[in-house]
C-alpha cells in the first residue's frame, strides 16, 4: 500500500478564497483523522472518523471548517472563506478498527494564506 | 478525556550522548502510549508503542520507552544518540474505549557535534 495520500503537498491562496484539502487513507482502515500543525497549538486534532462517519469534531475551530467522508477511500477538509490565521500544516491519518492500532499519516499539506 | 503533557519544547544534547525526552499524560481510564518521530517537512512516524504486558517497550534504532503508571509517565531515552536523530518527538494517547488520538505539542531534539 502506498500509505496515507494527501493532495496538495502546499497550497497558497488569498484570503477569502476556498481551500479543499484531500487524504486518501490506506485501504482497509475503518478510521480517519484530520489534524492541524502549528508552532503555537502543536498537533490538534480536527475530526475524525469510522467507517466514515463524523464521530467527534469538536476540534473545527469554527463554522468556516467542515470535512466529508464520502467513501471510505476518500475525505476532504475545506475551509470556507480562509484566513490568514489558517495557516498551518493539516495531516491527515488514517488506522485499523481497535483502540490499541496506531495512526499512519499522510505526508502533510502545508496551507498558507495570504 | 485524555491530554499530554512534554515539558520540554527543545532538549539540545551532544552526540553519543544519553538523552530522555518527558511525557506525562491524564486520563481516566486504562490508555495506550505512542512515540512518533517528524522528521523536517515529512508526516509522523510510529517510534515506539505501549498496549500492555511489558512496561518497557523498545523500537528498532536504540530508543526506549517506560510506561509508569503510578507516575502516569511515558519518558522516551536513548543511551547515545545520533545526528541523524535530528527531529520532533510527539507522545500520544489513546485511550481505551476512546478513539481518538491525543498528541502532545512535541519535544524538537537537537544533536549537537
Known amino acids: 500500500d502506498a500509505g496515507v495520500i494527501q493532495s496538495p503537498r502546499h497550497e497558497v491562496t488569498e484570503m477569502g478564497q476556498e481551500v479543499t484539502l484531500r487524504c486518501k487513507p490506506i485501504s482497509g482502515h475503518d478510521y480517519l483523522f484530520w489534524y492541524r500543525q502549528t508552532m503555537m497549538r502543536g498537533l490538534e486534532l480536527l475530526i475524525y472518523f469510522n467507517n466514515n462517519v463524523p464521530i467527534d469534531d469538536s476540534g473545527m475551530p469554527e463554522d468556516r471548517f467542515s470535512a466529508k467522508m464520502p467513501n471510505a477511500s476518500f475525505s476532504t477538509l475545506k475551509i470556507q472563506p480562509s484566513e490568514p490565521r489558517d495557516s498551518a500544516v493539516y495531516f491527515c491519518?488514517?488506522?485499523?478498527?481497535?483502540?490499541?492500532?496506531?495512526?499512519?499519516f499522510g505526508q502533510g499539506t502545508r496551507l498558507t494564506v495570504v | 478525556a485524555q491530554s499530554v503533557t512534554q515539558l520540554d519544547s527543545q532538549v539540545p544534547v551532544f552526540e553519543e550522548a544519553p538523552v530522555e525526552l518527558r511525557c506525562n499524560y491524564s486520563s481516566s481510564v486504562s490508555v495506550y502510549l505512542f512515540w512518533y518521530v517528524q522528521y523536517p517537512n515529512q508526516g509522523l512516524q510510529l517510534l515506539l508503542k505501549?498496549?500492555?504486558?511489558?512496561?518497557l517497550v523498545e523500537s528498532i534504532n536504540g530508543f526506549e520507552a517506560e510506561f509508569n503508571k503510578s507516575q502516569t509517565s511515558f519518558h522516551l531515552r536513548k543511551p547515545s544518540v545520533h545526528i541523524s536523530d535530528t527531529a520532533e518527538y510527539f507522545c500520544a494517547v489513546r485511550g481505551v474505549g476512546d478513539d481518538k488520538i491525543i498528541f502532545g505539542k512535541g519535544t524538537r531534539l537537537h544533536i549537537l557535534p
Open positions: 491519518a488514517s488506522s485499523k478498527q481497535g483502540p490499541n492500532t496506531e495512526a499512519f
Open positions: 505501549y498496549l500492555s504486558g511489558s512496561t
